[in-house]
């Protein structure tokens, strides 16, 4: 038996606040999002074309464009060599290509030794399932170190080029608000569910590095993501408590010097024949393969800060 | 193995590690570690140098727990050891000159990262000069570009980024070419270490089978990196990203940056392709063509110039031209005349950029000849050390250019069918390079009496003063004791083989 | 023209956009089409790479169940020159964005021919 609930309790319950947004009377956002209104664009006729005129102004001063036939042929005839420049380059490279040894076949020209011995050898050499991480943290670790420096060495430049000052900083936080919106629930509610799944992809796809596809990098990368995501749905203030510029620092300094030590160590035992006391384990077991699975999540741990860095300071110059 | 042995490896492991531990440091702090590991990598490789002249053999290093064509390695000559030694000296001389405008030019909050870029950029250098590995040499190169892009525009102005954007578009293009070269090189060999790619490519040449190719492959090579060192048509960058960058950065550029890509190509030419089979192509052909170029249209381009730190810059791109021009005469003299004027011309260009900057200071900053009249009495050190610099760049005896030049004439001689241009366009190049040089020099000795600035004397910078008297010395050691010098690059080369 | 043109069609292709992705890096006016083409020539180069270590008929080099013999597995060192090559893709493709930002917010435009004029015009 249903009994009919007078007026005022009907309208505490959800389901008459579901029939009046349906129907469109009031939106249940109104109040929790944030978002600054929108305004009519207004289009500043004065300005823009005060711009045209210095831009022709420019153009006249430099190129002499409005009575200049030369510069306009001289544009076609950029584009046209542009063309020619081109296919030119592709028949080149054709030619090479068709002298190439054929795509598939096993024979390289003159020798396919080093290929053959990471196959064979690299299971029991290095300890890793997956040859391809075995050969670039342990054959060939000293290019991987190079790369992680280049890594390194970009953020720095971004951050020379970004990062802003004090005032500068605030101004930059007021113009974040305005052309992002805040707290936007469907965005919310979809990383709470997303991140931490991300996140936990991320940092199983390091630890597998030796094991299966997968390694520092692209694990790095995936962090990163689940980090850029969480930044948009929460904002920098929620970021800021577990993730400022101290902790990229600090992440950045420690990772990138255990890798430096670990491998000078692995280096120079390797040169000068002496043993090596870092175990290689079981092949196929979680903890083995001697350095690669602690390069791998030093790596990871570089690569999903500078990502996250990367894009703070696209967005706003600062974390 | 002797424990000297390890010093390659301990010096690009150093200032790889200097770079990271500089970005949790202050400024003041990171400047020392910076000065200390350039001064440490100098003393080891002045040591590894010794080692090796008295032992007479290069080694081989071994970068991890696997032999030749399995693991990664690199290697020590009299050539690498005394190059790294050199680039150490010039980089300690560029940054001390140049300290005294770093907080003029540069925020402050930004200087420890300027101190990160110097020390990549000296690790990447080393790793260049060092390595034996084609792929490795890559990895580096891109670490040598965007660090090199970075101290470029640490100055913010609208000139610098500019000219960082195009430097960086010049360089990515030559990397790019420099890769695709790498793969098809792999793809032919099977290696990627330099000694076994050149046992593989002398199989291949004596084959026949894969010539084409293999031809393209180091045409694309040396094509990438003519681009990333600035090589004649490839310059437009350059002017503004010495010009305007501050002034250390501007001589580690001039000085370093394309010296070390130059340097990578004589590794690739002897240690990856062989000198002989390198020079039986036609792509020596181009390079000297092209370096002649370098020479005539740089000079040119200087003379026009109405500011002297473009002028310099301008300058640059003749000298690369002269050093493509020792390329491409093909001969061993050729090359070590190029591999001594790569010396002559990074001692002779950072002193020009550190005077110069003592110039622009005492006539209220300006850079413009009309301002610099009479700069020399106001600054006297400076003046002196822009003479000296521009004596040697002309060739005048006593300073390292005129060796240089000397050498180019020999080797000159000895090649046939390209004798009579590289002399006619080496007296030309000497004749516009004197036009542009004394033309400068007599302006700054012009008096003037009522000039409304400062003058600055030993007192007010003494540190900058002795940079400018070490360059100088270090000018006057190359031109008069240039035998030793000559008699070590014949030895590194002969250990190159 | 070589015999193994048709054979190498993946390389054919990899060529093509490299030249493709190196002229508009060397030609586009436009700061953004120029990132774009160098992202085209590096991918080129690791589509190349990825052809040149296929070899037809076998698995990707992860051991599996412990057969370590040359005939089940590809060429591993093409791919860990990819891996390498990506992140240095990476990094550079951030420099030159941010360097963009940085002249896009002082002159307002990407087209680099007019930055360069307007640097020319403050004479600086």
């Known amino acids: 038996m249903s009994r009919k609930k007078s007026n005022e309790e009907y309208q505490k319950t959800s389901a008459f606040r579901f029939f009046r947004w349906l129907s469109g009377e009031k939106d249940p956002y109104i109040g929790n999002v944030e ?121 720095i430049t971004v951050l020379i080029l970004l990062r802003l000052n004090k005032t500068e900083k605030d101004e930059a936080e007021v113009n974040d608000r305005r052309f992002e919106p805040k707290n936007d629930a469907i965005l919310q509610l979809v990383a709470t569910f997303l991140v931490p799944i991300i996140i936990i992809f991320g940092i199983y796809i390091i630890l597998n590095g030796h094991l299966g596809p997968g390694g520092g990098f692209s694990g790095g990368a995936v962090i990163g993501a689940g980090l850029v995501l969480y930044l948009n749905a929460f904002g920098f203030k929620k970021t800021e408590r577990f993730f400022t510029e101290k902790t990229y620092k600090w992440v950045c300094f420690f990772s990138l010097s255990f890798y430096c030590l670990a491998k000078s160590y692995s280096f120079y035992t390797g040169a000068n024949q002496l043993h090596s006391v870092i175990p290689k384990g079981t092949p196929g077991a979680i903890l083995s393969s001697g350095l690669i699975l602690p390069l791998n999540i030093a790596v990871g741990l570089v690569v999903a800060c500078t990502i996250y860095a990367f894009y703070a300071m696209f967005r706003k110059g600062g974390f | ?113 300027y101190y990160i870029l110097v020390n990549l950029l000296l690790s990447s250098l080393l790793a260049l000069v060092y390595t034996n590995d084609m792929f490795t040499a890559y990895v580096f190169v891109e670490i040598n570009t965007i660090s090199a892009c970075g101290l470029i525009m640490i100055r913010q102005v609208g000139r610098t980024i500019e000219a960082a954007v195009r430097y960086m578009i010049m360089s990515l293009l030559g990397s790019g070419l420099l890769l695709f070269g790498l793969c098809i090189m792999y793809d032919l060999t099977g290696h990627l270490l330099m000694s076994n790619i050149k046992e593989s490519v002398a199989l291949i040449m004596a084959n026949g089978e894969y010539q084409i190719p293999l031809i393209v492959a180091v045409a ?130 950072s002193l020009l950029f550190i005077a110069a900057i003592g110039l622009t200071d005492v006539s209220g900053g300006s850079r413009k000849f009309i301002d610099l009249t009479g700069a020399a009495y106001r600054n006297k050190w400076a003046g002196v050390a822009f003479t000296a610099g521009s004596l040697s760049m002309v060739g005048i005896p006593l300073f390292s250019g005129f060796i240089s030049k000397l050498l180019f004439a020999q080797a000159a001689v000895q090649v046939e069918g390209k004798m009579l241009a590289s002399l006619i366009v080496l007296g030309i190049s000497t004749v516009l390079n004197a036009v542009y040089f004394m033309k400068t020099v007599i302006r700054i000795y012009t008096s003037e009496q009522d000039a409304p600035y400062k003058s600055i004397t030993f007192r007010d910078r003494k540190a900058y003063t002795v940079v400018l008297v070490c360059s100088i010395l270090l000018n006057v050691i190359l031109g008069v004791s240039s035998q030793p010098v000559v008699d070590m690059i014949g030895q590194g080369l002969a250990m190159f083989a | 023209m070589g015999p193994n043109l048709l054979a190498n069609y993946g390389e054919a ?99 680099l021919d007019e930055i360069s004029m307007q640097l020319k015009r403050e004479g600086k």
């Open chain 2, 1 to 113: 193995m002797d424990f000297i042995c390890n010093f390659p490896f301990f010096s690009i492991l150093i200032s790889l590690f200097s770079g990271t531990i500089c970005s949790v440091l202050p400024a003041k702090a990171a400047k020392a570690v910076n000065r200390l590991v350039i001064a440490a990598v100098g003393l080891m490789s002045a040591v590894l140098l010794l080692y090796l002249l008295s032992t007479g053999e290069s080694f081989i290093y071994w970068m991890g727990h696997f032999p030749a064509p399995w693991g990664n390695e690199i290697r020590a000559g009299v050539l690498e050891a005394g190059m790294a030694l050199f680039f150490c000296v010039i980089m300690y001389l560029s940054m001390a000159g140049g300290a005294h405008k770093l907080p003029d030019e540069v925020v402050e909050s930004k200087h420890s990262l």
């Open chain 1, 35 to 155: 978002m600054c209104p929108q305004e009519e664009y207004q289009p500043d006729r004065e300005a823009a074309l005060r711009h045209e005129k210095e831009h022709d102004a420019i153009l006249d001063k430099v190129y002499d464009a409005t009575h200049n036939k030369s510069l306009y042929l001289f544009h076609r005839l950029y584009q046209a060599t542009s063309v020619l420049f081109c296919l030119f380059l592709i028949a080149l490279l054709l030619v090479t290509v068709s002298y190439l040894p054929a795509n598939g076949t096993v024979i390289r020209p003159v020798n396919n030794e080093v290929a053959e011995r990471y196959i064979e050898k690299g299971l029991e050499e290095t300890g890793a399932v997956n040859i391809v991480a075995g050969m670039i943290l342990d054959y060939r670790a000293f290019d991987t170190l190079g790369e992680s420096h280049v890594l390194f060495v970009a953020t």
């Open chain 3, 13 to 111: 292709v990899s060529a093509i956009l490299f030249c493709i992705g190196f002229t508009n890096l060397l030609l586009q006016t436009n700061l953004i089409k120029k990132i774009i083409g160098l992202n085209i020539m590096d991918s080129a180069i690791y589509l190349f790479l990825a052809e040149k270590g296929y070899i037809a008929g076998r698995a990707a080099p992860i051991v599996v169940d412990g057969v370590t013999s040359v005939e089940a597995y590809i060429n591993p060192i093409p791919s860990g020159l990819v891996l390498t090559g990506i992140v240095v893709s990476v990094s550079v493709t951030a420099l030159m964005l941010s360097l963009t930002i940085r002249l896009y917010l002082r002159y307002h435009t990407l087209d």
């Open chain 2, 220 to 349: 694309l090579m040396c094509i990438g990196l003519c681009i990333k060192s600035a090589l004649f048509p490839f310059h437009a960058w350059l002017p503004d990203a010495y010009g305007y960058s501050t002034v250390s950065s501007a001589a580690i550029l001039s000085s370093l940056v394309s010296k070390g890509y130059i340097f990578l190509l004589i590794k690739i030419i002897y240690r990856v392709i062989g000198f002989d089979i390198f020079n039986s192509t036609r792509i020596i052909d181009v390079l000297f063509v092209f370096g002649l170029m370098g020479m005539i249209f740089g000079s040119l381009s200087a003379i026009k110039e109405n500011d002297i730190r473009r002028m310099i810059a301008f300058s640059s791109v003749a000298q690369i031209g002269y050093i493509y021009m020792g390329f491409g005469m093909g001969t061993q003299a050729g090359m070590v005349a190029s591999i001594f004027h790569i010396l002559s011309h990074a001692a002779t260009k």
